[in-house]
């Protein structure tokens, strides 16, 4: 798709705008759009973003309420793979891992590392298109409140429990 402005790039900017009801769909090339003032915001490299992720997660205290197990006592920077020889703290420099077996020898470090990308959450569900009917989008967040409910049900966190009831019902 050509740039609607100069007709002569490859459109790579796409902007919807809805007005008043009226969808409006304006599609750009990176230099019309640096021209009318429009913030493009390029993507952050992975190892840029695991770095700034390893850097902030030294510093996050720790849930008061959570004591640690015996693998999550040890430190992360004390951490060594046996296969390849790799510790964590290389790992934070260059943000690749050596082998497979480093995912189980420092599965408690990277799982607080995920769950801080992830907004808390340590598994990846995935996007309902936002072109689906109204229905399977309330289909789909029942099923995850259900699972909510039944993670809240196994910690004994009986209130939260109650309020993803209450919002299942009214979806329902």
Partial sequence: MQCQHCKQQAATIHLTEITNGQRQETHLCEDCAQQQGLAIKNQVPINELLSTLLASQGTSP?????????????????????????TFDEFRKETLLGCPGDYEVFKAPLLRIIEKAQAGSISHCGKVPARAPSDNKRYVKILNLRKELQSAINNENYERAAEIRDRIEHLQ
């Fill in 62 to 86: 720790q849930s008061p309420q959570k004591m640690p197990s015996q693998e999550e006592a040890t430190p992360p920077s004390a951490l060594a793979c046996p296969a390849c020889g790799i």
